[in-house]
C-alpha cells in the first residue's frame, strides 16, 4: 500500500508500506526469478531452495530484487492513482523501517511545477516594422559581383589592396610547427588576416621573390604552444594578381541570374529580401507575443530541469566546436574558465528557455490543442514529395524520434498561429 503527500516546490512524498506477509511475497518473486543463478552442491541447478540458497549466500541475498520489484509495482501504482503528479526526474528512495514486521519505503519525487497563466489573449502588442533599403538591395548585388570577380595576374611589384599566391612555412625554435604550411594561399595585402605584420613585410616582393617573414603570435592567440612566440614564415610569392570586378549592367544580369536586364534583377533582389523580411517581423511579433505572455506568467522552475537544460547549452556548444575542430576541453583552456563557470553563465538564459517551454505547453493543455493522423500525413506527404518518395517510403526511414519533432513542430505552427490571432499586433 502506499499514501501521498505534496510538500513544498511543487514535491511529492510517496510512502511504500509493505506487512511482512506482503514483503514475503516479493522475496519469494524475486527467489523465483533468480535461482536459476545459483549452483549449489547437491542441487540441480535452479532447483536448490530459498532456504539454502540463503543459507549458502545469507538472508538479504534477494532483498535488493525484492525491493526493485516492491517498489516498482507500488510507485507506478501511486502515479496512476494521481493526475497532478507529474515527475520530472527519478525519485529519491530511502528505507524509512525494515523489521519482522514488514518494509517502509519514503520516495521524494519533483513533479512539474504549476504553471500560473498570465493574460494570453486580447493583448495589444506593438509589431515589428521595417524596410529593405536602396543600400541593402546594393550590397547583394555587390555579393553578387564578387562572386563573379576575376584575378589577374600582374608583373610588378606588389602593392596593398593586391593579392599575392603563396607558399609558406612556419618556424619556432628553428622547428617547422603544425598548421604553420600551406601552398599556392591566396592572400589579400592589408586584410588583417594573418599574424599583426605578416601582411605588411609582403609588400613590394614579385613574382619568384622569397622573404623571412618575422613575426610575434599575439600572447592571447588560441594555440597554447604559440602564444607570444616568436616565429619565422620562410614564404615564397608564385604571383601578384589584382582582382577585377565585372561592370554592373545588363550582360552580368543575364550571366549570373535568369534575367537579362540589371533592373530586372535588382528588382528580383529586392523581392527576395522583402520576402526574408516579412519572414524575419513574423518571427519578431510571435517572440514578442510569447516573451510578454510568458513574463506575466508565474511558476517555479525545479532545478531539474535547469540542469537539463544547461546540459542541452553545453552539448549544443561541443558540437558547434567540433564543426570548427576543436573541443570543449580547448575551448575552455582558451578562454580560462571551467564548464561550471560557463553553465553558471548561462543559467539565467536556461531559467528562460524553461520558463518559455512551460508556459507554451501549459497554453497547449488549456486550449487542447493537438495533431491528428491526417494533418501530420499532410506534412509528411509535403515532405516526402521533395525528395521523389512516396508517404510510405519516407515515413519507413524516418523513426519514431523524428516523426516526433515533426508532431512538435506542427503543434507549434498551431500554437503561434492561436497566440498570433487571438492577440492585436499595431
Excluded at 528512495?93 to 525494515?98: N, Y
Excluded at 577585377?244 to 540589371?262: G, I, K, R
Amino acid at each position: 500500500m502506499y499514501t501521498i503527500k505534496k510538500l513544498e516546490n511543487n514535491k511529492y512524498q510517496i510512502t511504500i508500506t509493505a506487512d511482512k506477509q506482503t514483503w514475503e511475497k516479493y522475496v519469494d518473486h524475486a527467489y523465483e526469478e533468480n535461482k536459476e543463478k545459483f549452483n549449489i552442491e547437491g542441487f540441480r541447478k535452479g532447483k536448490a531452495p530459498r532456504a539454502i540458497i540463503e543459507k549458502n549466500y545469507g538472508a538479504s541475498v534477494f532483498y535488493d530484487d525484492a525491493l526493485d520489484h516492491l517498489f516498482a509495482h507500488e510507485y507506478t501504482e501511486a502515479l496512476a492513482s494521481d493526475k497532478d503528479i507529474e515527475p520530472v526526474s527519478n525519485p529519491e528512495i530511502k528505507i524509512d523501517k525494515f523489521d519482522e514486521d514488514g518494509i517502509v519505503l519514503i520516495a521524494e519525487v519533483q513533479s512539474m511545477p504549476e504553471v500560473k497563466l498570465g493574460q494570453y489573449k486580447g493583448l495589444t502588442i506593438k509589431k515589428a516594422t521595417g524596410t529593405v533599403t536602396d543600400e541593402e538591395v546594393d550590397k547583394e548585388l555587390n555579393q553578387s559581383r564578387e562572386r563573379q570577380a576575376r584575378y589577374v595576374e600582374v608583373e610588378r611589384e606588389s602593392k596593398d589592396g593586391d593579392y599575392v599566391v603563396i607558399d609558406f612555412t612556419g618556424y619556432t625554435d628553428n622547428k617547422a610547427f603544425e598548421g604553420g604550411a600551406a601552398q599556392d594561399y591566396r592572400l589579400k595585402l592589408g586584410s588583417h588576416t594573418f599574424i599583426e605584420g605578416f601582411e605588411d613585410q609582403l609588400v613590394g616582393l614579385k613574382k619568384g621573390d622569397k622573404k623571412d617573414v618575422k613575426v610575434t603570435f599575439p600572447v592571447d592567440y588560441f594555440s597554447e604552444e604559440l602564444k607570444g612566440k616568436d616565429a619565422i614564415f620562410d614564404v615564397t610569392v608564385k604571383k601578384v594578381e589584382e582582382k577585377t570586378l565585372p561592370p554592373l549592367d545588363d550582360e552580368f544580369a543575364s550571366n549570373v541570374s535568369e534575367f537579362e536586364t540589371l533592373a530586372d534583377y535588382k528588382a528580383d533582389i529586392r523581392k527576395h529580401l522583402e520576402e526574408n523580411l516579412q519572414a524575419r517581423l513574423k518571427r519578431e511579433d510571435e517572440n514578442n507575443i510569447i516573451e510578454t505572455i510568458v513574463k506575466s506568467s508565474e511558476v517555479e522552475i525545479p532545478d531539474v530541469l535547469v540542469e537539463r537544460q544547461l546540459d542541452s547549452f553545453i552539448e549544443d556548444f561541443s558540437m558547434r566546436l567540433s564543426y570548427q575542430g576543436y573541443k570543449l576541453e580547448d575551448y575552455l583552456k582558451q578562454a580560462n574558465v571551467t564548464e561550471e563557470e560557463l553553465r553558471q553563465e548561462r543559467r539565467e538564459q536556461a531559467k528562460d528557455v524553461v520558463k518559455t517551454r512551460l508556459v507554451l505547453e501549459t497554453i497547449v493543455k488549456q486550449e487542447k490543442l493537438d495533431v491528428t493522423d491526417k494533418e501530420l500525413d499532410e506534412k509528411l506527404a509535403e515532405t516526402a514529395q521533395k525528395y521523389g518518395k512516396t508517404l510510405e517510403e519516407y515515413k519507413k526511414n524516418l523513426g519514431d524520434r523524428n516523426i516526433a519533432y515533426i508532431q512538435n513542430d506542427i503543434l507549434m505552427q498551431k500554437l503561434l498561429s492561436l497566440l498570433t490571432n487571438s492577440n492585436t499586433l499595431n
